[in-house]
């Protein structure tokens, strides 16, 4: 059986890590919880900046360092709301039909993204995948430390993961899918033996038309 390996924030979905993380911060047991995490975020933000274009995996874990504190209930408890108000209103009109197109040939399909594994196990039920490869939070004590657990899943790592994913599951990389939306995940779509760039950005969109791989747009 094949598997096809969707990235999320911007090719199935609106929204970017940014987004959820920032409904976390905002909506703490408390008014005073809330903003003594929004300035900490603040204060977080040039090193954010310069971290997005530098190395995702130093973006993700900075970012993630704002849920330090949040206890296990909480996380789990706001899981629902947050897919329901950020994510699922986000979700590309065609991201539906195009994960269903991969179930209907039997396809595993799989997401992949630096966004959080509850979030995304709630995003792949919506639209019936089968399974993620996502980031997970240190819980020491029932409360997150702020750190995610190795490997983190961004940049070129993503590619490693699917390459374990696939040789666990008994999937021929080269009988695969895989769809993104971005440069930075050619890594990602070059393993596989059908990549395909969904709502490509500029670079991406080049390199899929100079490798004739398929072009789709779901926005």
């Known amino acids: 059986m094949a598997a096809s390996y969707f990235d999320v924030d911007g090719t199935l979905i609106r929204t970017n890590l940014v987004h959820p993380t920032l409904y976390y911060v905002l909506n703490q047991n408390t008014p005073l919880h809330s903003l003594a995490k929004l300035g900490g975020a603040l204060v977080k933000a040039p090193w954010l900046v310069w971290a997005e274009t530098r190395d995702r995996r130093?973006?993700?874990e900075l970012l993630f360092t704002s849920y330090g504190g949040m206890s296990e209930d909480r996380l789990v408890g706001l899981a629902?709301?947050?897919?329901?108000r950020v994510i699922k209103p986000n979700?590309?009109?065609?991201?539906?039909d195009l994960v269903q197109t991969s179930l209907d040939k039997g396809h595993d399909v799989v997401l992949v993204s630096g966004a959080l594994d509850f979030l995304m196990r709630l995003l792949a039920e919506h639209l019936g995948a089968t399974d993620v490869i996502a980031n997970r939070l240190e819980i020491k004590d029932r409360f997150a430390t702020g750190k995610l657990l190795r490997p983190v899943v961004a940049?070129?790592?993503k590619s490693r993961l699917i390459r374990d994913h696939a040789k666990g599951r008994g999937h021929d990389l080269d009988e695969c899918f895989a769809y993104s939306d971005s440069y930075s995940d050619v890594p990602m779509l070059s393993i596989v033996g059908h990549p395909a760039a969904v709502n490509p950005d500029r670079k991406l969109?080049?390199?899929?038309?100079?490798?004739h791989w398929p072009i789709i747009h779901v926005d």
Request: proline letters at 8%; charged letters at 15%.
């Open 58 to 60: 130093i973006f993700n």
């Open 80 to 84: 629902a709301e947050t897919f329901e």
């Open 91 to 96: 979700i590309y009109p065609g991201a539906r």
């Open 155 to 157: 940049g070129p790592e």
């Open 205 to 211: 969109s080049l390199l899929a038309n100079a490798y």
